[in-house]
């Protein structure tokens, strides 16, 4: 009896191992979870940045990725997906855009191709139906894409903000990287980048408040109150934020995913009023309020940074939070009529330019479910 239990107990031991070394055989090959920067990466962080120490990226302000809050909890609405289609206008070209002036076009999410002059910039291009490293399994895009991968033109600067999958994926790199010129990155997010055979001299990597000319427009990386990573135990190895754009007198300002903080007016004491927002502005919960704002919260930062006009963005993508599917952008523009801020609404797909907003303010999204 007693060899027939050590029997079975050898067994199991070596299943358990089979399993343990299959797993980590997984995570080592599945290039959608990306790299690790090296030790001597880091030690060269260390020396670009103050935040970096310890071995992992840190925010300005006190953070918790999960915040002690005092209150209900939040309940999973019932309409986190549309029952109804949301429209799409397909794209078939980019408008031309002249000199002094800028063109949005918005794909859902958080990607965006802006335009300031003849220049293409794409902005978080996540062109994949699920938002996960594995396709099928979890995070369905909730409406059509305007325009696939493989149709995208060519491109003069890709930026990502940092490199959560609904920002940074694998599949859309590999189908656009032969028509991007160059690439803007936050620190570590370059190796994920060079694992899937993007060229290294076409990245340029940045700390906060890092200035960059590519292309003719002067880039600055600024801060977010957010996180990084693509594993769980990889969480902060690679930074994270937002970009502000300058291009003949033109300011324009991505705020990437972050938390209402201070760095907002440190952006306006540099910069002064900007011209357009792409504020984040969706996938909040009051159990994570230090990662994302809420709506109400973004329009005070819009206050702050003194915007022209602000274009919400992270929403009507993927589902990572409770609400609805456009409580963010309802919130949003009734907060922003109260303190008469400019707030451009496109559908998915529709391009709008820099002299054309008020045609651009549609509450589309009030009839649908």
């Not at 067994?11 to 790299?35: D, E, N, R, Y």
């Not at 549309?82 to 859902?108: A, R």
């Not at 994949?128 to 995070?139: C, D, L, T």
């Not at 003069?156 to 990155?185: A, G, P, Q, R």
């Amino acid at each position: 009896m007693k060899k027939m239990i050590f029997k079975i107990i050898k067994i199991l031991i070596i299943i358990a191992v089979i399993v343990i070394m299959t797993a980590g055989l997984i995570l080592w090959l599945w290039k959608p979870f990306g790299s690790t920067p090296s030790k001597e990466l880091q030690e060269e962080y260390a020396k670009r940045t103050e935040y970096f120490y310890d071995g992992i990226f840190h925010q300005m302000e006190e953070f918790s990725v999960l915040t002690d809050y005092e209150g209900e909890e939040s309940v999973a609405s019932k309409n986190q997906y549309p029952t109804d289609q949301i429209p799409v206008d397909k794209i078939s070209e980019f408008p031309s855009v002249k000199e002094g002036e800028w063109n949005v076009t918005w794909f859902g999410h958080s990607t965006v191709m802006l335009q300031i002059d003849d220049k293409k910039i794409f902005i978080d291009p996540m062109l994949s139906e699920y938002s996960s490293p594995i396709q099928a399994f979890y995070g369905k895009r909730m409406a059509e894409l305007p325009m696939d991968a493989e149709d995208i033109p060519e491109v003069d600067v890709v930026v990502f903000s940092h490199d959560h999958y609904d920002h940074l994926d694998y599949n859309t790199i590999k189908k656009i990287d032969s028509k991007v010129k160059e690439y803007i990155v936050p620190l570590g997010v370059d190796q994920h980048l060079i694992r899937w055979g993007v060229d290294e001299n076409k990245i340029h990597t940045v700390a906060w408040w890092d200035e960059i000319e590519v292309s003719g427009i002067t880039f600055t990386s600024t801060p977010a109150q957010h996180y990084s990573g693509r594993l769980p135990w990889r969480n902060n190895t690679t930074l994270f934020g937002g970009y502000v754009m300058q291009k003949d007198g033109q300011q324009i300002y991505y705020t990437g995913d972050t938390g209402y903080a201070e760095f907002f007016k440190d952006i306006n004491e540099r910069f002064g009023k900007m011209d357009l927002v792409i504020m984040e502005n969706g996938q909040y919960d009051k159990m994570w309020a230090d990662c994302h704002m809420m709506p109400e919260e973004g329009v005070e930062a819009a206050k702050i940074l003194q915007a022209d006009v602000v274009l919400p963005v992270h929403w009507a993508g993927f589902v990572l939070s409770n609400h609805s599917w456009k409580e963010p952008i309802e919130r949003y523009t009734n907060e922003a009529e109260k303190e008469q801020i400019s707030v451009i609404t496109p559908q998915i797909g529709e391009s709008v330019g820099k002299n054309d907003i008020a045609e651009h303010m549609n509450k589309w999204w009030e009839n649908l479910n």
